[in-house]
């Protein structure tokens, strides 16, 4: 029944009837003044009564069009009952149509456009039917040149208020257009929102579980070396110490991401690779890398990224789950992709690759948000880390 509206659209409707109604009235009193030398006080008073209606209805066509609709409508009948011609006042209908079309329920929508074609029903039995019965209805030319004026006051009277309301009809489709439209820019914002936020639980989950199982292998070596060979203790706190700083150092990033989303910080390139490789040889891996070809321009950064977060993955998994012995990587840059093989001895307990879960979801995940492929399992005593990046698609 009653719509929100701010406070300055009410301001604005008030000013816009007060005007209104000082305009129609100046234009309705005078032609049925005194001073026309006819005494009209009746006629006068009901027209200035309706034009105030009318101009009320005008003012509270937005906040409330159901009963801006039903007010219109009983000023009319009570015009048409006072014998009143067509006043200026009347103009406000148009408006008031416009709002049930634009503002509307579904049900008030239809209404106005029943009210448009009733009305002009209306306004053209109020126009033809009286001076007809006046004029006799025996007269059959009269009748028929009436039934010609009656038609073309019908389709004129509805042209104009049907108008009106077709009108407010667009209005009305265009805003829902837009609540559409901002509703669907929303919905997309938070799917990007909650992409970034997938992106750097990823990230979190690379930095904390590789950092951890250096960490791990290392106290694991400290512990069994700090009896027999102190100074081998001595370097593996020392390793310790290195990768606990930078996985602090990447977690502090993070969440420097998280709370400035506009300012993400550095991502991991081809450059970091070499401490990667430091940080798994210093916990007791025999790595091996074989790079063939090298890569001969600079990789998109996306495609460095993914392939960066594998290999970190994969290498964590190798040392978490591996059996011991060599660990083998392989790097193929092709001018199109980049193929990726993680190689390790797979331990007892990792027969079928369930203890990695979830890492293998997140290199999946990495691969796969590149357009890349990506596989993973036993292969025979070996487990195998297969993927492919698209340099193209990565871009």
């Known amino acids: 029944m009653f719509r929100p509206l701010e406070r300055y659209q009410l301001t604005v409707d008030i ?3 007060v005007l209104f109604f000082l305009g129609t009235v100046l234009f309705t009193v005078l032609p049925y ?45 009570v015009q048409m009952s006072f014998g009143l011609p067509p006043l200026p006042a009347n103009v406000a209908i148009f408006g008031i149509l416009y709002v049930t079309a634009a503002y509307g329920t579904r049900t008030l929508f239809w ?13 053209t039995a109020y126009l033809i039917v009286p001076p007809l019965i006046r004029g006799g209805w025996s007269l059959m030319g009269a009748i028929e040149a009436n039934l010609i004026v009656g038609i073309t006051v019908f389709f004129s009277a509805a042209l104009a208020l049907l108008l009106s309301w077709t009108v407010g009809a667009l209005v009305r489709t265009a805003l829902r257009a837009r609540e559409n439209r901002r509703a669907q820019e929303r919905a997309e914002a938070e799917t990007v929102v909650e992409a970034e936020r997938n992106r750097i639980a990823r990230d979190m989950h690379d930095v904390v579980a590789h950092s951890l199982a250096v960490v791990i292998a290392q106290a694991d070596g400290a512990r ?16 310790i110490s290195g990768a606990a700083r930078s996985a602090l150092a990447d977690v502090r990033m993070l969440l420097t991401q998280l709370r400035h989303s506009e300012g993400p910080g550095p991502q991991p390139t081809l450059a970091d690779l070499e401490q990667l490789y430091a940080h798994v040889r210093a916990a007791g891996v025999d790595l091996r890398v074989d790079v063939d070809p090298a890569p001969v321009a600079e990789p998109p950064a996306a495609a460095q990224l993914a392939v960066y977060r594998i290999l970190q993955e994969a290498l964590t998994n190798a040392l978490r789950h591996g059996a011991g012995g060599a660990v083998d990587v392989g790097l193929s840059w092709h001018p199109d992709r980049v193929s990726l093989i993680v190689r390790n001895p797979a331990s007892a307990g990792s027969a079928t690759g369930d203890s990695r879960g979830h890492g ?3 290199m999946r995940e ?14 025979g005593d070996v487990f195998t880390v297969r993927a492919t990046i698209p340099i193209g698609a990565a871009v």
């Open 15 to 17: 000013v816009v009837a």
């Open 33 to 77: 003044g005194y001073w026309n030398g006819v005494d009209t006080t009746a006629s006068v008073v009901a027209a200035v009564v309706l034009t105030a209606g009318f101009s009320v209805a005008l003012g509270i066509r937005r906040w409330s069009p159901p009963l801006a609709l039903t007010l219109a409508w009983v000023l009319a009948l």
């Open 111 to 123: 209404v106005g456009f029943a009210s448009a074609v009733v009305g002009a029903v209306a306004i």
């Open 224 to 239: 069994y070396a700090a009896a027999r060979n102190p100074d081998a203790a001595t370097d593996a706190l020392a390793a």
């Open 360 to 362: 293998l979801i997140g």
């Open 366 to 379: 990495r691969a796969q948000l590149v357009g890349g492929t990506f596989e993973a399992g036993l292969d």
